[in-house]
Structure formats: structure tokens, C-alpha cells
């Protein structure tokens, strides 16, 4: 969905290294989410927002953080990147009450 | 736990004849169901959703998906499949909680041969 864009599209990064994930939207949602995919395990939650300064943790948050800058920017940080969180990030909005997400074309990260 | 559970890694099928992907769940109550697409280097794209009412639900691109609360499955369905509707399929439950999230399956790659 064109309406939600994440930087970079590939990134590899060393062990080690801090890196930023950015998600923005147009939608104009309040609530926006990070997930992982990894191979025959579907999409895991990350974090969630629902709103500037509502921040949750997901199911699989350790080793990540976030910072929602607008409601429009949720960016995804990795303090020290390691290669098991080598895997494709998935961010996604959605409207206030309801509960249908719209993806981003996702984010590869190599950790190496 | 609550839990999505897609059976098959892989489903083939030949172009024209009828698809089913499985889903069943585990959550308590009675849950916001939904199917999402994903397209080689794209990000999932919504399909279709059960809230409440018809058990057969249509969505896009001529797909379908039957909710059965005694199975609690809600298997995708298609009469005629496409070549170009070979792609990644997640089925993904909503519990109904106050949290909002969604809780993936873990896809499962359907193939249409011509």
C-alpha cells in the first residue's frame, strides 16, 4: 500500500551496530504497528502504538525499541543488531476502533 | 494460548480448478477473522474479513472464506484458481481484546500451475 512507506527497502548491517527501520503513513491512522516476518512463522508482533504517546510491547520486543516521532512516523530501532534478527519488518496502520491493518512493502535486514 | 494454525507450507493446484487454503484458531470468544495476501517484494494486502453475520464471506480478487465456529476454522476458498493468484496466504485472528492486534498464521504458499 502506497500510503504506507518504510526506509531502507535492504539494509545489511554487522553485528554489533545500531540501525533505525522508519515507517511513515498518509493514511492518517492512529494506530501503527512493527512486526517480523520470518520463514514458516508468519508475521510477529513487535511493538504497537496507538497514538503518539501510547507505545506497547509486542509479543517479541526484547533487542528492540521504538520511538513514535508523529502520528504520521514510527521508526524501529535496533540497539545491537545480532543475526538472528535477520528477517523482513513489516510496518502497519490502522484506524482508531477498527481492526483491518495496512502493510508497508517491508524492510530486509541482513545481520551479519 | 491463542493461536492461528495454517496446516499446509504449500498448496498446488492446476490453473481453472478450485482451491482451499485451511486456517483453524485458538481464541477465546468469538473472534475477527481475516486473510491477507503477500506478493513477492510487497507487503500483505487485506483480502477479506468475518466479523459476524453470513458464514461465507467474499472478498477481493474473487476469493471467498467459510467460517465454521464448531471447527473453529475459516478456510479460503476460490471456484476457479489463477496462475496469478499464486502468492503468500496469512490467516490472522483478532481476539477481541482492547489490545487490537492481529495474530498470524504462518502462511502458507499457494502455487497454480498452467
Known amino acids: 500500500d502506497a500510503d504506507v512507506t518504510q526506509t531502507p527497502r535492504n539494509r545489511i548491517t554487522k553485528t554489533g551496530k545500531r540501525i533505525m527501520l522508519e515507517c511513515s503513513q498518509t493514511k492518517g491512522h492512529d494506530r501503527m504497528y512493527w512486526y517480523r516476518q520470518d520463514p514458516g512463522l508468519g508475521l510477529r508482533l513487535i511493538y504497537y502504538s496507538f497514538d503518539v504517546k501510547d507505545i506497547n510491547k509486542g509479543e517479541i520486543s526484547d533487542g528492540y525499541s521504538v520511538s513514535r516521532q508523529a502520528q504520521a512516523k514510527f521508526s524501529l530501532s535496533l540497539e545491537s543488531a545480532i543475526p538472528n534478527q535477520t528477517a523482513l519488518y513489516f510496518c502497519?496502520?490502522?484506524?482508531?476502533?477498527?481492526?483491518?491493518?495496512?502493510f508497508g512493502p517491508g524492510t530486509r535486514l541482513t545481520v551479519t | 494460548a491463542q493461536s492461528v494454525a495454517q496446516p499446509e507450507d504449500q498448496v498446488n493446484v492446476a490453473e481453472g480448478n478450485p482451491l482451499t487454503v485451511k486456517c483453524t484458531y485458538s481464541?477465546?470468544?468469538?473472534?475477527?477473522l481475516f486473510w491477507y495476501v503477500q506478493y513477492p517484494n510487497r507487503g500483505l494486502q487485506f483480502l477479506l474479513k468475518y466479523i459476524t453475520g453470513d458464514n461465507l464471506v467474499k472478498g477481493s480478487y474473487g476469493f471467498e472464506a467459510e467460517f465454521n465456529k464448531s471447527q473453529t476454522s475459516f478456510h479460503l476458498k476460490k471456484p476457479s484458481a489463477l496462475v496469478s493468484d499464486s502468492a503468500l496466504y496469512f490467516c490472522?485472528?483478532?481476539?477481541?481484546?482492547?489490545?487490537?492486534?492481529?495474530?498470524f498464521g504462518s502462511g502458507t504458499r499457494l502455487l497454480v500451475r498452467p
Open positions: 502497519a496502520t490502522s484506524e482508531s476502533g477498527t481492526l483491518q491493518q495496512y
Open positions: 481464541v477465546s470468544g468469538n473472534p475477527y
Open positions: 490472522a485472528v483478532s481476539p477481541l481484546d482492547s489490545s487490537y492486534k492481529l495474530i
